[in-house]
Nanobody, 127 residues
Framework: QLQLVESGGGLVQPGGSLRLSCVAS????????VAWFRQAPGKEREGVSCISTTYVTNSSPYYEDSVKGRFTISRDSAKITVYLQMNNLKPEDTAVYYC?????????????????WGQGTQVTVSS
């Protein structure tokens, strides 16, 4: 069974950092486009960042405008984990963060593009 499991969320003060992990179970992520989405109460799920497959070298990760320069998406060498490093966190970053994956190198960073989802991890930024 293919599964994605997120971890690393928590409560952090404004200006702090968190690193979220998305771990694949039952498969490896090297042939998958992987994304991080977030959903705040009362709001639609939005794409935070997307990264194409390991073997696409001419594609840059996508970042939503509000997180550019603060968040970084990356893959591990073991091909089973994708990270989201979040720095200089702001209260408006508070949301449940989900990872998603699809075996397709040419991505659209939209929720409708992805079919495999994790269960989410809560991130709360508050003083």
């Amino acid at each position: 069974q293919l599964q994605l499991v997120e971890s690393g969320g928590g409560l952090v003060q404004p200006g702090g950092s968190l690193r979220l992990s998305c771990v694949a179970s039952g498969f490896t992520l090297d042939y998958y486009t992987v994304a991080w989405f977030r959903q705040a109460p009362g709001k639609e799920r939005e794409g935070v960042s997307c990264i194409s497959t390991t073997y696409v070298t001419n594609s840059s990760p996508y970042y939503e405008d509000s997180v550019k320069g603060r968040f970084t998406i990356s893959r591990d060498s073991a091909k089973i984990t994708v990270y989201l490093q979040m720095n200089n966190l702001k209260p408006e970053d508070t949301a449940v963060y989900y990872c998603a994956a699809r075996m397709e190198p040419n991505f659209v960073c939209s929720a409708s593009f992805f079919g495999l989802w994790g269960q989410g991890t809560q991130v709360t930024v508050s003083s």
